[in-house]
DNA sequence: AAGAAACTTCTTGCTAGCTAGATATTTTCT
DNA sequence: AGAAAATATCTAGCTAGCAAGAAGTTTCTT
C-alpha cells in the first residue's frame, strides 16, 4: 500500500495489482506448461493415427471397457461432451470404422457404441503410443517424484472444484 | 512378463499393457484436473463480464504491455493464435468497443491493437476477479508450498517440449 | 533502380463442439 | 391404467478458431 504516487515502469501500479498479476502469471504458467505438452502429444498422435483428440479420447475409454462398449450417454459424460456432440463425434467414428452403434435389448432408449475389430487394433496401438510418448516428454523430464507430486496436486484441484 | 496365459478380469492384459494403461491414467488425470479448475475459472470470468476465454487473455496480456498496445502478430503468437484466428479475436473485441486498431507510422504493414479505455477499465476488474478466484480455487486447496512445485513442474514441462 | 524474397494482415471456407429443441422410450406417481 | 416426469438420442443452427492463400509493404540483392 501507499506507492500510488510513484510512478514506476508499469505505471503507476499498486501492490494489490502487482499481487494480483503475480497470481494471474502464476497460473499462465500453468496453463502455458499444460498446453505446451498436450499440444505435442496430440500432434504425434493425430499424425500418426489420423485420429482427431476427441477421437482418441473416445477411442480410449472403449478399449479399456467391458466387452468394448459402453452406451453413449455414459461415454459422452466420461468425455466431458454434451450429449449434442457426441453424437457427432461418433457418427465420424463410425464412418471411419472404429466403432458401430448397437441397440439395447432392454432399454430401447439407449443405444451402445461398440469399437469393431479395426477400432480395438487402432486404439490399443494409439494408447501404447501415448504412453511411450508421455514417458518420453513428461515423465523423463519430472522425474517419478515429481510426477507423483504433479498428479496428487491435480488430484487435489478436481476434488476441490468439481462441480 | 508372463502373466498372458492368466486371464484376469480385463480380458489377457500384459504387464506392459497394465503400464501403458497406469501412465495414459496418470496423464487422464492431470488433463481432468487441469480443465475442472480452468473451466471453473472461465466460468465465473465469462459469466461476470460478458468476454469469452480468448477475449479474457488477449485483454490480460494487454493491459500488462506499455502504452495498452501491441501489435497483432506479436499478440497472436502469445496467445497461441494463428494470425487468422487472431483476426476474428479483435475484430469482436473492436465490435465490444475494448480495443481499436491502430496503424504503425514507420512500418505499414503492421497493426497495432490498443485497449480504449472501456477495455482497460475491464480488463483491470477482470484481471482482479481472475485473481481473486484462483486464491480461492487453486491457491487454498492447494497451499503454498504445493502451488510453487506445481508452478516448477509446469515450467519444467514448458521447456521441456517448446516448439 | 528493379526485381525477388520475406513479412503482416485479412479473407474464405472448413471443422469441432455447444445449445436448444424434437422425438421416442421408460419410470414414477396417482 | 393413464398422466406426468425423466432419460436417451438426434437435428439444426451457432460460434470459435484453424489453414490456405490473397494482397499490400518492406527489405535485400544485384
Known amino acids: 500500500m501507499g506507492t500510488e504516487d510513484i510512478a514506476t515502469t508499469p505505471p503507476q501500479q499498486t501492490d494489490e495489482e502487482a499481487d ?3 497470481i494471474v502469471t502464476w497460473w499462465g504458467l500453468v496453463i502455458e506448461g499444460y498446453h ?3 499440444e505435442r502429444l496430440m ?3 493425430t499424425e500418426r493415427f489420423d485420429l482427431t483428440p476427441g477421437a482418441f479420447d473416445i477411442l480410449v475409454r472403449l478399449v479399456r471397457s467391458p466387452d468394448y462398449r459402453m452406451p453413449m450417454t455414459k461415454l459422452a459424460k466420461e468425455a466431458a461432451l454434451s450429449s449434442g456432440g457426441f453424437t457427432k463425434v461418433a457418427d ?3 464412418a471411419a470404422e472404429l466403432i458401430r452403434r448397437e441397440p439395447c ?6 443405444t451402445y457404441v461398440v469399437l469393431t475389430d479395426h477400432g480395438r487394433r487402432t486404439a490399443e496401438e494409439a494408447k501404447h503410443a501415448c504412453a511411450e510418448i508421455l514417458r518420453r516428454t513428461v515423465l523423463a523430464p519430472l522425474g517419478p517424484e515429481n510426477s507423483e507430486r504433479l498428479a496428487e ?3 487435489t484441484l478436481r476434488t476441490a472444484n468439481a462441480e
Open 43 to 45: 500432434a504425434e498422435i
Open 20 to 22: 494480483d498479476d503475480e
Open 92 to 94: 465420424r467414428l463410425v
Open 105 to 110: 435389448e432392454t432399454d430401447r432408449r439407449v
Open 36 to 38: 505446451t505438452t498436450q
Open 153 to 155: 496436486a491435480m488430484r
